[in-house]
């Protein structure tokens, strides 16, 4: 009898219905966790692995020898490399294509150069216009490597204490 | 004679616009009000990108309804689904009337207001099930059903609470109501009703179909309930009806158990004076109703949505019985004090 009194009260108080209000009231009071992207960002880590770029030494030539290293880890196969023999004798690249479809950005081409060519950057908001253009040729790798070469050098610094 | 006549039209159409306009903007307005709410209950910050805070997101909602294609399913009844969503925003705009927002401003100051309101109420379900029906579709029919049944059970348990509200006032008419309730807030309605004002809430949200007792829509299980085949501006009107029932239910909560235009403060004291005199008193109307308006919201933020039977117990086995008794208890108070 005590039992149901006591149930019924309970039911007719609405107490749970309250408790339950006040929990929402508590959050539309409480911080928004929403970060607003295009004008806010969460940071990023130094060792983001974004889209990819090839570099160049300081004096202009290019870092990649052409020892398909990359290629051959590459286990999603989304590496294309062709070279030939320059008129000085060294080895280049006549053709360096990424994938990005295929690829599934784990960083071993990066860890497997020998001269730091190939690396990944921060950059993730690229978008493609037709599916053709999913495979990045070596001029664009290149040509991102040298608008975001300031970027890119900080940030392998700045992780380079960790490696 | 007829020139008085020709006067009289115009001035009620004149103050029918005073009231359509402002609420056809505060019905615009609440759905921003609903998502902006909604979102910081759930720690997101709402529409944010049309103007300054999101504040033209109402009016961008609007021209892309009123731009979207109509269609009409083939096998449509196809009087009856263009009828519909008219039949629904009718008598939610009719109800309107009877409303006083003032001591002198209001359409028609009918003697049976109450009973106005409640007749108005329960048409606009006519429009739902006939949506339902007219759209033939398996969901929308199930949506119908559902709407008449949990219309109709509410329905008396709201009445019973008009009875109650009724018995104190000795009156149906919403001014004479509102008057009865003179003073501060220790003499509006709430208090010696205050079961019957609880049963009343939770009816008026069963009967506006918002959730929790949306199962008329109930997205999870039926797509969207009776109008699931609506587009463009005939889906705008159901919307534009259930905000305006919305609106109309929290300004009748306020008028028989928050003492209408009434300041919180009596008006016989100092300040209750002061606020009764020099603030408009619609204020105090759209001040309190706006208030229960925000509950609408909160509620929905908060409770999970009802199961069908439970909400036919609910109202059958609950908040009759609870009506009933406490119209018992007021009617021996009245007759003994």
Partial sequence: MFIFFKRLLKNFLLLELLQGLRVTWRHFLGRKITILYPEEEIPKSDRFRGLHALMRYENGEERCIGCKLCEIVCPAKAITIETYQRNDGSRRTSKYEIDLFKCIFCGYCEEACPVDSIVQTEIYDYCFYDRNSC????????????????????????DSVYR | MSLNILLGIIYTIFKIIVIIVP?????????????KVIGYMHDRLGPNRVGKYGLLQPIADAIKLLFKELIIPTKANKYLYMMAPVIVIGPSLTAWAVIPFTETFVVADLNVGLLFLLAMTSLSVYGIIIAGWATNSKYALLGALRSAAQTISYEIAMGFCFVGVLMLSRSMNLKDIVLAQYGGVFSWYWLPLFPLFIVYWISAVAETNRAPFDVVEGESEIVAGFHVEYSGIRFALFFLAEY???????????????????????????????????????????????????????????FPRYRYDQIMRLGWKVFIPVTLIWIFVTGIVIKFY
Avoid: H
């Avoid at chain 1, 070469?149 to 700045?158: G, S, T, Y």
């Avoid at chain 2, 609420?23 to 998502?35: C, D, K, P, Q």
């Avoid at chain 2, 158990?257 to 209750?272: A, E, L, N, R």
């Fill in chain 2, 244 to 302: 305006a029932n919305m609106i109309l239910v929290s300004v009748l909560c306020v008028i028989m158990f928050f003492g209408g235009w009434m300041p919180p403060v009596s008006p016989d004291t100092f300040i209750g004076g002061f606020l009764f005199n020099y603030v408009p008193s619609v204020v105090w109307l759209l001040l309190k109703s706006s208030f229960f308006i925000f509950t609408f919201l909160w509620f929905r933020a908060t």
């Fill in chain 1, 135 to 158: 495979v990045i040729t070596k001029d664009k790798l290149l040509a991102i490597g040298d608008q975001y070469n300031m970027d890119i050098v900080k940030m392998k610094k700045n």
């Fill in chain 2, 23 to 35: 609420l056809m903007l505060g019905v615009a307005y609440l759905t921003y009000a609903e998502r």
